[in-house]
Each structure stands twice: as structure tokens, then as C-alpha cells.
């Protein structure tokens, strides 16, 4: 019987966070509307950006986040997530104000890759600069070798592909944004990647592993998995 209830601290950004409950409905065995989990869902999409206030431009997350986490707190979920990468730079702040534990991405990720592909060496990541800034691949994925894009890929595709006119946070899920993507994805297989990580909600929604030559890990997909088992 699935009867913990999962919170969502969402809305970094609405479509990620609404991909990420669909995948949980997914994910669960269920034969009738009663098996599935419990979902708590707050997609606060005023919290301000955290590329941003990583990069020193804009206004600090944390409150905002935790006035989320307390929302749903308050309906008594037993665990929750954050679909957004870039925001876990400031995870253990926020779960320091909240009762109910939320699942760390980059530690069930790193988990899942040394399981999974023991033999993986390198890894290529597709983030935002925010998260690359952080470096919190490096600070989790100890002796596995974190490869991110040049500059300029990382600036003018990831980025582009991200945060443009004709982005994905803009609602564009074509091939433009995929395409920048796979060619900077490309970029970091010919570096000696085992493995690219995507490492960004909004970049699981166009880039797929059938778009790639090497294994693609979705670190979201990993956090859900444990979530449902």
C-alpha cells in the first residue's frame, strides 16, 4: 500500500514540476486510483531564480523555498523532492527548517551511477552555469571525473538552449533547444564522457538517451525511482 505522502517543492520552473508528477504516476504499480501515492504539490513559481543569485545577479532563494517546504509541511508529507538541480546548492539550508526529509539529487545520482555503470570513469554534464558554478557534481561525485562544456558551448547551447528566446524555459520544445543540446552533449562524449548527465529539469524535457551515443542519466528519473520504492 503507497501510503506515505510525497511533497513536491516545485515550480523551478511549472513544466518540470509537472513532468515530474507524471513520472511519479508512472513509476508507481498501481491497478486503481487508491494504489497510487499521495502527492503534495506546491509550484511556486515566484521563487526567484537561483542561477541567478548563484551568479551574484538577482535575489536569494532559500526563503522562498522554505516558505514552500512549510506549505507542505503543513499537510503532513512524509517525504519530498526538488525538481530543480540548480536549487540543491542550497538543500541542506532548507532542510535544516523542515521536519520531513527531502531527497538529495546528486546523492542518489552518484548512488545510482556506481551501481549502475561501475565502470563509468568520466561524466559529462548539461546544467546551468548556476550549477556549474557550484560545483556540486565535483562535491558529490568524488573520484568520478566531472567534464562540463567550453565556455562558449556552455554559453551560447546550454544556456541558449535553456534560457533563450527560443528556449525551454520560454515553452519551446523543439528542435532548436535539442539541438544545441546534443551537439554539446556530442562535445563532451568526444572528450571521453561514459556517461552524460542531464543536469537540469528543463533539459530532460527535449533531450532524450535515443538522441545520444552514450548512456543518459536523469537524475530526476533516479530521485523518483527511490521515492516510489
Excluded at 69 to 92: Q, R, W
Excluded at 139 to 164: R, W
Aim: with cysteine; glycine share 6%; proline share 4%.
Amino acid at each position: 500500500m503507497n501510503d506515505k505522502i510525497i511533497g513536491i517543492i516545485g515550480g523551478m520552473g511549472p513544466e518540470a514540476t509537472a513532468n515530474c508528477y507524471m513520472k511519479i504516476i508512472k513509476a508507481t504499480k498501481a491497478k486503481k486510483d487508491q494504489d497510487h501515492f499521495r502527492i503534495i504539490i506546491d509550484s511556486n513559481a515566484k521563487i526567484p531564480d537561483r542561477t541567478e543569485a548563484i551568479l551574484g545577479k538577482g535575489k536569494n532563494p532559500i526563503k522562498e523555498i522554505i516558505n514552500t517546504g512549510k506549505n507542505l509541511e503543513k499537510t503532513g508529507v512524509d517525504v519530498a523532492m526538488i525538481p530543480c538541480m540548480t536549487s540543491h546548492y542550497f538543500i541542506e539550508e532548507v532542510q535544516k527548517h523542515l521536519k520531513f526529509p527531502i531527497l538529495n539529487a546528486f546523492i542518489e545520482t552518484n548512488n545510482y551511477i556506481k551501481s549502475t555503470y561501475p565502470n563509468a570513469k568520466k561524466v559529462g554534464v548539461l546544467a546551468t552555469s548556476g550549477t556549474l558554478k557550484t560545483q556540486l557534481f565535483n562535491k558529490y561525485f568524488g573520484d568520478i571525473e566531472v567534464l562540463y562544456p567550453s565556455e562558449n558551448s556552455q554559453n551560447n547551447k546550454v544556456m541558449e538552449a535553456i534560457y533563450g528566446e527560443r528556449g525551454i524555459k520560454q515553452g519551446h520544445l523543439t528542435e532548436e533547444p535539442l539541438q544545441l543540446l546534443k551537439e554539446t552533449a556530442e562535445e563532451l562524449i568526444q572528450q571521453g564522457a561514459d556517461l552524460i548527465i542531464s543536469g537540469c529539469t528543463e533539459i530532460e524535457l527535449v533531450l532524450k538517451q535515443n538522441h545520444l551515443s552514450k548512456p543518459l542519466i536523469i537524475p530526476m528519473d533516479v530521485v523518483i525511482e527511490k521515492l516510489v520504492k
